[in-house]
Protein backbone atom coordinates (compact mmCIF):
# COMPACT_ATOMS: atom_id res chain seq x y z
CA UNK A 1 0.00 0.00 0.00
CA UNK A 2 1.23 3.46 -0.67
CA UNK A 3 0.53 6.79 -0.61
CA UNK A 4 -0.82 8.99 -3.46
CA UNK A 5 1.72 11.53 -4.98
CA UNK A 6 -0.50 14.53 -3.60
CA UNK A 7 -0.29 13.04 -0.24
CA UNK A 8 3.29 12.06 -0.46
CA UNK A 9 4.52 15.53 -1.23
CA UNK A 10 1.71 17.31 1.38
CA UNK A 11 3.73 14.96 4.39
CA UNK A 12 6.68 16.60 2.95
CA UNK A 13 5.16 20.29 3.94
CA UNK A 14 3.55 19.59 7.47
CA UNK A 15 4.40 19.36 10.74
CA UNK A 16 5.03 16.91 12.91
CA UNK A 17 3.06 18.73 16.19
CA UNK A 18 0.55 19.28 13.62
CA UNK A 19 0.19 15.02 12.68
CA UNK A 20 0.45 13.78 16.43
CA UNK A 21 -3.27 15.93 16.61
CA UNK A 22 -4.94 14.58 13.42
CA UNK A 23 -3.78 11.45 14.33
CA UNK A 24 -5.09 11.76 18.13
CA UNK A 25 -8.80 12.64 16.70
CA UNK A 26 -8.24 9.54 15.14
CA UNK A 27 -7.62 7.37 18.47
CA UNK A 28 -3.68 7.06 17.75
CA UNK A 29 -2.16 8.53 21.19
CA UNK A 30 1.27 6.87 20.36
CA UNK A 31 3.01 7.89 17.41
CA UNK A 32 5.96 10.19 18.20
CA UNK A 33 9.20 8.90 18.97
CA UNK A 34 10.69 9.68 22.77
CA UNK A 35 14.43 10.80 22.43
CA UNK A 36 14.82 10.37 19.01
CA UNK A 37 16.27 13.42 17.14
CA UNK A 38 17.51 14.67 14.04
CA UNK A 39 21.38 14.86 13.07
CA UNK A 40 20.76 17.84 11.62
CA UNK A 41 18.79 20.55 13.30
CA UNK A 42 17.28 21.46 9.31
CA UNK A 43 15.93 17.80 8.46
CA UNK A 44 12.82 16.48 6.65
CA UNK A 45 11.72 12.84 6.09
CA UNK A 46 9.05 11.19 4.26
CA UNK A 47 9.26 7.33 3.60
CA UNK A 48 8.09 4.25 3.87
CA UNK A 49 9.36 1.94 7.39
CA UNK A 50 11.91 -1.18 6.45
CA UNK A 51 12.61 -2.65 10.19
CA UNK A 52 15.57 -4.16 11.52
CA UNK A 53 15.17 -5.57 15.19
CA UNK A 54 18.33 -5.76 17.38
CA UNK A 55 18.51 -8.13 20.56
CA UNK A 56 21.40 -7.78 23.14
CA UNK A 57 24.51 -8.98 22.20
CA UNK A 58 26.12 -12.30 23.71
CA UNK A 59 29.90 -12.79 23.59
CA UNK A 60 30.19 -15.96 22.04
CA UNK A 61 28.30 -14.90 19.15
CA UNK A 62 29.43 -10.97 18.72
CA UNK A 63 32.20 -9.18 19.69
CA UNK A 64 32.93 -8.89 16.08
CA UNK A 65 34.62 -5.88 14.35
CA UNK A 66 34.97 -7.32 10.97
CA UNK A 67 30.94 -7.74 9.50
CA UNK A 68 29.81 -10.68 7.21
CA UNK A 69 27.99 -8.91 4.27
CA UNK A 70 26.23 -11.80 3.00
CA UNK A 71 24.59 -13.49 6.36
CA UNK A 72 24.92 -10.28 8.83
CA UNK A 73 21.02 -9.27 9.23
CA UNK A 74 22.36 -5.67 9.33
CA UNK A 75 24.44 -5.53 6.25
CA UNK A 76 21.52 -7.76 4.51
CA UNK A 77 19.14 -4.82 5.56
CA UNK A 78 21.66 -2.31 4.05
CA UNK A 79 21.62 -4.24 0.57
CA UNK A 80 18.20 -4.83 0.75
CA UNK A 81 16.33 -1.56 1.48
CA UNK A 82 14.95 0.43 -1.37
CA UNK A 83 14.09 4.16 -2.33
CA UNK A 84 11.91 5.95 -0.35
CA UNK A 85 12.07 3.74 2.47
CA UNK A 86 13.44 4.46 5.63
CA UNK A 87 15.59 2.66 7.51
CA UNK A 88 13.82 2.10 11.32
CA UNK A 89 16.40 0.40 13.93
CA UNK A 90 14.98 -1.34 17.18
CA UNK A 91 17.71 -0.43 19.33
CA UNK A 92 15.79 -0.84 22.48
CA UNK A 93 16.65 2.67 23.44
CA UNK A 94 20.42 1.74 24.46
CA UNK A 95 23.33 4.06 23.74
CA UNK A 96 26.20 1.95 25.04
CA UNK A 97 27.65 1.54 21.45
CA UNK A 98 26.99 2.58 17.93
CA UNK A 99 23.94 1.18 16.29
CA UNK A 100 24.90 2.11 12.54
CA UNK A 101 28.21 4.49 10.82
CA UNK A 102 29.13 7.03 8.37
CA UNK A 103 29.73 4.32 5.48
CA UNK A 104 26.52 2.55 5.56
CA UNK A 105 24.42 5.77 5.66
CA UNK A 106 26.56 6.64 3.03
CA UNK A 107 25.54 3.16 0.69
CA UNK A 108 21.71 3.93 1.62
CA UNK A 109 22.13 7.02 0.98
CA UNK A 110 23.55 6.22 -2.48
CA UNK A 111 20.85 3.63 -2.80
CA UNK A 112 18.11 6.51 -3.10
CA UNK A 113 16.94 5.31 0.78
CA UNK A 114 14.47 8.34 2.47
CA UNK A 115 16.55 8.20 5.94
CA UNK A 116 17.56 6.46 8.89
CA UNK A 117 15.99 6.53 12.36
CA UNK A 118 17.41 4.69 15.57
CA UNK A 119 16.75 4.68 18.86
CA UNK A 120 20.36 3.97 19.93
CA UNK A 121 23.51 5.55 18.89
CA UNK A 122 25.49 6.66 15.87
CA UNK A 123 29.34 6.64 15.70
CA UNK A 124 30.85 9.18 13.24
CA UNK A 125 28.19 11.50 13.62
CA UNK A 126 30.29 14.80 12.45
CA UNK A 127 30.70 12.71 9.15
CA UNK A 128 26.86 11.73 9.01
CA UNK A 129 25.91 15.28 9.61
CA UNK A 130 27.49 16.38 6.59
CA UNK A 131 25.85 13.64 4.15
CA UNK A 132 22.58 14.81 2.58
CA UNK A 133 21.04 12.14 4.11
CA UNK A 134 18.20 12.27 6.87
CA UNK A 135 19.19 10.97 9.95
CA UNK A 136 17.41 10.56 13.39
CA UNK A 137 19.22 9.11 16.81
CA UNK A 138 19.03 8.85 20.26
CA UNK A 139 22.65 9.88 20.60
CA UNK A 140 25.91 9.47 19.44
CA UNK A 141 29.15 6.78 20.70
CA UNK A 142 31.74 6.07 18.98
CA UNK A 143 32.10 1.77 20.11
CA UNK A 144 30.94 -0.64 16.90
CA UNK A 145 27.40 -1.99 17.59
CA UNK A 146 28.08 -5.83 17.70
CA UNK A 147 29.52 -5.00 21.69
CA UNK A 148 26.27 -4.29 22.46
CA UNK A 149 23.77 -5.11 19.77
CA UNK A 150 22.90 -8.25 17.76
CA UNK A 151 21.17 -7.88 14.63
CA UNK A 152 18.62 -10.70 14.77
CA UNK A 153 15.81 -9.65 11.67
CA UNK A 154 14.25 -7.46 9.35
CA UNK A 155 11.50 -6.44 8.24
CA UNK A 156 9.17 -7.25 11.07
CA UNK A 157 7.17 -5.14 13.34
CA UNK A 158 9.48 -3.36 16.01
CA UNK A 159 9.40 -0.60 18.82
CA UNK A 160 11.31 2.59 18.37
CA UNK A 161 11.41 5.37 20.86
CA UNK A 162 8.41 3.36 22.54
CA UNK A 163 6.69 3.27 19.43
CA UNK A 164 5.56 0.27 17.41
CA UNK A 165 6.53 0.47 13.73
CA UNK A 166 4.98 -2.35 11.39
CA UNK A 167 6.87 -2.12 7.83
CA UNK A 168 5.66 -0.09 5.59
CA UNK A 169 3.93 2.06 8.03
CA UNK A 170 4.66 6.17 7.00
CA UNK A 171 7.52 7.68 9.02
CA UNK A 172 7.78 11.58 8.85
CA UNK A 173 10.45 13.60 10.37
CA UNK A 174 10.96 17.03 11.17
CA UNK A 175 13.60 19.14 13.40
CA UNK A 176 10.99 18.67 16.32
CA UNK A 177 11.45 14.70 16.07
CA UNK A 178 10.03 11.01 14.17
CA UNK A 179 6.10 10.73 13.96
CA UNK A 180 4.72 6.73 12.89
CA UNK A 181 1.14 6.74 10.89
CA UNK A 182 -0.20 3.69 10.24
CA UNK A 183 -0.31 3.32 6.74
CA UNK A 184 -3.60 2.29 6.66
CA UNK A 185 -4.91 6.10 7.72
CA UNK A 186 -1.69 7.80 6.15
CA UNK A 187 -3.93 8.81 3.03
CA UNK A 188 -6.34 10.53 5.44
CA UNK A 189 -3.84 12.13 7.45
CA UNK A 190 -1.85 13.90 5.09
CA UNK A 191 -4.39 16.07 3.34
CA UNK A 192 -5.98 16.67 6.85
CA UNK A 193 -3.33 17.85 8.55
CA UNK A 194 -1.95 20.03 5.38
CA UNK A 195 -5.03 21.51 5.84
CA UNK A 196 -5.03 21.62 9.78
CA UNK A 197 -1.13 24.09 8.85
CA UNK A 198 -2.86 25.73 6.81
CA UNK A 199 -5.92 27.01 9.49
CA UNK A 200 -2.96 27.21 11.77
CA UNK A 201 -0.73 29.47 10.12
CA UNK A 202 -3.44 31.75 9.67
CA UNK A 203 -4.45 31.55 13.47
CA UNK A 204 -1.15 32.01 14.65
CA UNK A 205 -0.90 35.56 12.13
CA UNK A 206 -3.79 36.57 13.85
CA UNK A 207 -2.83 35.89 17.58
CA UNK A 208 0.81 37.95 16.59
CA UNK A 209 -1.45 40.54 15.23
CA UNK A 210 -2.86 40.93 18.86
CA UNK A 211 -6.13 38.40 18.77
CA UNK A 212 -7.39 37.01 22.10
CA UNK A 213 -6.93 33.32 21.85
CA UNK A 214 -11.17 33.48 22.55
CA UNK A 215 -12.87 32.38 19.49
CA UNK A 216 -9.45 32.41 17.52
CA UNK A 217 -7.11 28.73 18.98
CA UNK A 218 -9.56 27.21 19.01
CA UNK A 219 -11.52 28.91 16.14
CA UNK A 220 -15.10 29.81 16.46
CA UNK A 221 -17.78 29.73 14.19
CA UNK A 222 -17.16 33.38 12.86
CA UNK A 223 -13.31 33.08 12.80
CA UNK A 224 -13.80 29.68 10.09
CA UNK A 225 -15.76 31.98 8.16
CA UNK A 226 -13.61 35.10 8.20
CA UNK A 227 -10.60 32.13 7.38
CA UNK A 228 -12.23 30.47 4.32
CA UNK A 229 -12.86 34.31 2.94
CA UNK A 230 -9.65 35.18 3.17
CA UNK A 231 -8.76 31.68 1.97
CA UNK A 232 -10.77 32.46 -1.15
CA UNK A 233 -9.24 35.35 -1.79
CA UNK A 234 -5.90 34.60 -1.77
CA UNK A 235 -7.34 32.36 -4.16
CA UNK A 236 -8.53 34.68 -6.74
CA UNK A 237 -5.21 36.63 -6.26
CA UNK A 238 -3.00 33.48 -7.98
CA UNK A 239 -5.96 33.18 -10.51
CA UNK A 240 -4.16 34.74 -13.61
Given amino acids: MKLSAEAFDKL ?15 GFRNTFMRGVHPV ?10 F ?21 NPQRVAVETI ?17 SFGHILCTRLQYKGVA ?8 RDTPSIREL ?19 PVDFQVPIGCGGVMVQPGDVIVGDSEGIVVIPIHVAEEVAHKTYE ?6 WLQ ?20 IEYQQWRKSQEQVKTP
Fill in 12 to 26: QKVSTASLTSELLKL
Fill in 40 to 49: RSASRLVGYA
Fill in 51 to 71: TLRYIPARDDLDLEVEYDNWK
Fill in 82 to 98: GPDEVLVIDARGDVSAA
Fill in 115 to 122: GLVTDGAL
Fill in 132 to 150: DFPTYARGAHATTSSVVHH
Fill in 196 to 201: RDALET
Fill in 205 to 224: HKVAQGASIRGTYPPDESTL
